[in-house]
């Protein structure tokens, strides 16, 4: 028979690994985190608890399957690691609660720019690409600038509702457009030119403003993600790539044109590039000639898989376009869901501290103050069509 585990989250979850594979006589091992990773049959996969993090948001049930799938109301998708060659990757830096031992730590996770940061003066563009992780869990964040506010930033408020950008401790708020669903991928752009202050969302202008006419920021940039000093007021939960810093003022055509391509690092006014890629000393590259490799503070570098010939959207979980990992399959996992892991070896440390439930209809729940309300996210797995089951492919 095989093994059902619903997945139960409170604050946050730490699941620490799920193996699974066929039986050989090789195939326990311990990890350099302190994790017992446990390798059985596919269709009896395990969540091994990681006993160097809070374990007690996750709680396994184990269960007989002969009742899996009455009145579920999620999707049923597919886990296989055969199809990794179907698709392409591209890094990112994810952002969490997890240090790289997977403890929980709280908000530290980001990157370091301040052993020589670009100096871009009071003419400038920055950019990124971006993804929001559960509303960005702790209502925003910033994606870029420095822990004092004085640098050039652009930050979210209220789990997305507004976005803020500027220097010198003074923002300008502007409302995020409804139709934007910042779980999926976005770029998002600032340019200054001495007097207007630009801000654009996948290479629509949506802002300008002339409030800071004549002002230079008085600080560089010194971090990308969250505050690496603590204070979690500025904690966002999600994923960034693509961080680009120009000395000058790119145009709308400029931006619209390379913002879904990668760049070569040479091209002219670029003074840093950050496409994610990683040295030997754990550092994130920059491509341009001024290498200013960035320190990786606690956050992940994870592979991004995206389109090919038979999968132009990258993987969804069905049978053609299966999800490779675990990994890829947990980001995109919300109440309801039934994930099936295909036969295979399948080695994953895996920390997430939000998944992508609907908790709308729940108890006193509102998204913009869910953490002030009380309400256990435990609630979203009250029925059990909504709870979220990882179990491997029946035959197998």
């Not at 202050?197 to 600080?219: M, Q, V, W």
């Not at 299966?322 to 895996?350: F, K, M, Q, W």
Request: hydrophobic share 30%.
């Amino acid at each position: 028979m095989k093994n059902i585990f619903p997945i139960f989250l409170s604050a946050f979850l730490s699941l620490t690994l799920i193996s699974c594979s066929k039986k050989d006589d090789s195939s326990s091992s311990t990890s350099s985190t302190g994790s017992t990773q446990t390798f059985v049959d596919a269709n009896h996969c395990r969540l091994t608890k990681n006993t160097s993090s809070r374990n007690s948001s996750l709680i396994v049930n184990e269960r007989k399957s002969d009742s899996r799938s009455s009145g579920r109301t999620g999707r049923v998708m597919y886990v296989d690691k055969s199809a990794l060659p179907q698709y392409q990757t591209d890094n990112y830096l994810l952002l969490d609660g997890f240090d790289l031992d997977s403890d929980y730590v709280g908000g530290l996770d980001g990157v370091h720019l301040t052993n020589n940061p670009p100096d871009i003066g009071n003419n400038f563009t920055l950019e990124l690409r971006f993804q929001f992780d559960d509303g960005g869990y702790y209502g925003g964040g910033q994606l870029i600038g420095s822990a004092s506010y004085k640098a050039p930033l652009i930050k979210f408020d209220e789990h997305g509702k507004y976005i803020r950008y500027g220097f010198g401790g003074t923002t300008i708020k502007v409302d995020k457009p409804d139709s934007v669903n910042l779980e999926n991928w976005h770029h998002i752009a600032t340019t200054f030119d001495g007097t207007n202050y630009k801000l654009y969302l996948d290479g629509i202008e949506i802002n300008n403003s002339t409030a800071f006419s004549g002002l230079t920021p008085p600080e560089p940039i010194t971090m990308i993600g969250n505050n690496l000093e603590g204070k979690t007021v500025l904690r966002w939960l999600g994923k960034v790539d693509e961080v680009r810093i120009w000395n000058d003022t790119r145009t709308q055509g400029e931006i619209q044109a390379n913002m879904n391509k990668t760049l070569v690092g040479n091209e002219s006014g670029l003074v840093a590039y950050y496409p994610m890629d990683v040295n030997n000393n754990w550092e994130i590259i920059d491509k341009t000639s001024n290498a200013n490799h960035a320190k990786i503070t606690n956050a992940e570098i994870l592979p991004r898989f995206f389109d090919n010939s038979s999968c132009t959207n990258g993987p969804d979980g069905t049978t053609t376009c299966p999800y490779p990992t675990i990994r890829s399959a947990l980001d995109n996992v919300t109440s309801g869901d039934h994930v099936y892991i295909r036969e295979g070896r399948y080695t994953e440390l895996l920390n997430t501290e939000a998944l992508n439930v609907d908790l709308a209809g729940h108890r006193g729940f509102s998204r913009s103050s869910d953490h002030q309300s009380g309400l256990d996210i435990d609630d979203a797995f009250l029925k059990e069509e909504d709870k979220i089951i990882f179990e491997g492919y029946p035959g197998e």
